[in-house]
């Protein structure tokens, strides 16, 4: 099944502990791109990757890290997580850089930072 | 750089009614793609709907369908005979060709903040 694979799904963690949340993708897709939720803000970008070794930033990159060393997974890296990245993430991917046709999305992954 | 605008935070209608949410954008682009997306208390985002801007026949998908106005920049999502099931988030994006995507900044995927739409049965 083609899928967008997001882990964990639910995290809980304290101010200064580094994390990552998993994104893998099993379609070959050659796009891939972070998301935050927030109530009232929609969804906002956080880093996008064009393909394996190529990532840009989006609207809100601060506190984040990614990497793309593989096509299928495209990491989120918080090296020190504060508060303020309290969110619902999601990774989305696309069969390449012109996405018109459907943007894939995860699960999402609820992130509790106390 | 681009705005999406949901101006409804939340909508309620009765079951079987039908229902319009409303969305405008601002672009200085002549091209571009606009998206109505779905999410359930499940949290899936679900694509509803998409219009390309260069056409000017409205997209329809069953019982949604939307009424594009290029020149005032508003795409609304009409739904019609309301379901249970379409109570959930929808959002609206934006997203600009890939010819004028540019690094340093978001790839051309803007959303707006959302409406709840809630259908009572």
């Known amino acids: 099944e083609a899928q967008v694979t997001q882990n964990p799904r639910y995290l809980i963690t304290v101010t200064g502990k580094k994390l990552t949340v998993t994104c893998s993708q099993n379609?070959?897709?050659?796009?891939m791109s972070w998301y935050r939720q927030d109530p009232g803000l929609g969804l906002r970008q956080i880093y996008y990757?064009?393909?394996?070794?190529?990532?840009d930033k989006g609207d809100v990159p601060e506190g984040y890290k990614v990497s793309r060393k593989e096509k299928r997974n495209f990491p989120l890296i918080l090296e020190s997580p504060s508060p303020n990245q309290t969110s619902l993430y999601f990774c989305?991917?696309?069969?390449?850089?012109?996405?018109?046709?459907?943007?894939?999305f995860g699960s999402g992954t609820q992130l509790s930072v106390l | 750089a681009q705005t999406v605008t949901q101006s409804q935070p939340e909508m309620s209608v009765q079951e079987a009614e039908t229902v319009t949410l409303s969305c405008t954008y601002d672009?200085?682009?002549?091209?571009?793609?606009l998206f109505w997306y779905k999410q359930p208390p499940s949290r899936q985002m679900i694509l509803v709907i998409r219009?390309?801007?260069?056409k000017q026949q409205n997209a329809t998908e069953n019982r949604f369908s939307v009424n594009f106005q290029k020149a005032a920049k508003s795409f609304s999502l009409k739904i019609s005979d309301s379901q249970l099931g379409d109570t959930a988030m929808y959002f609206c994006?934006?997203?600009?060709?890939?010819?004028?995507w540019g690094g340093g900044g978001a790839d051309g995927l803007t959303f707006g903040k959302g409406t709840h739409l809630i259908i009572q049965p």
């Open positions: 219009q390309e801007a260069y």
């Open positions: 994006a934006f997203m600009k060709p890939f010819s004028v």
């Open positions: 990757s064009m393909n394996v070794e190529v990532t």
């Open positions: 672009t200085s682009e002549s091209n571009y793609y």
């Open positions: 379609m070959n897709h050659e796009y």
């Open positions: 989305a991917s696309s069969p390449n850089r012109g996405f018109v046709e459907k943007l894939f």
